[in-house]
């Protein structure tokens, strides 16, 4: 499915652009603790996906330390491709193939070993932020 747009309780928004809500195993939707977005459960995403008749949901912005999750009776998932976030949490990285079909394939990869990083470039910062 290329991008469309969706509603979701009268707002109309661009499939890929749904990053800042979260989602877990609760029924309805709470606030989430970081104070910012609502975490969303499976009542309400089974809603979305009727409102919107689309079958699954993908998406990421969510540390998933074994790389992809799948919730809801498979009808969302969500992708992490940052292995070792951060270079701290210790997390695998995935990604999603779909075939002709749309049948999916989840591909995981860890972060390269230490000794075959490279220290990044570090580049002079433009003016404007001195």
Request: hydrophobic share 40%; with cysteine; proline share 5%.
């Amino acid at each position: 499915m290329k991008g469309q747009c969706v509603t979701y309780f009268g707002l109309i928004l661009k499939v890929g652009l749904i990053y800042f809500i979260n989602f877990k195993d609760i029924e309805e939707s709470e606030v989430n603790l970081r104070g910012a977005g609502v975490i969303f459960g499976s009542k309400l995403v089974d809603r979305f996906l009727k409102t919107n008749n689309i079958e699954h949901i993908v998406r990421s912005h969510q540390l998933i330390m074994e790389g992809y999750k799948l919730y809801f009776d498979k009808k969302l998932t969500t992708i992490w491709s940052a292995p070792n976030y951060c270079y701290r949490c210790g997390n695998v990285a995935a990604i999603l193939e779909l075939d002709e079909n749309l049948n999916p394939s989840y591909k995981k990869f860890n972060a390269a070993p230490e000794d075959y990083k490279e220290p990044p470039i570090k580049k002079p910062l433009p003016e404007y932020f001195l």
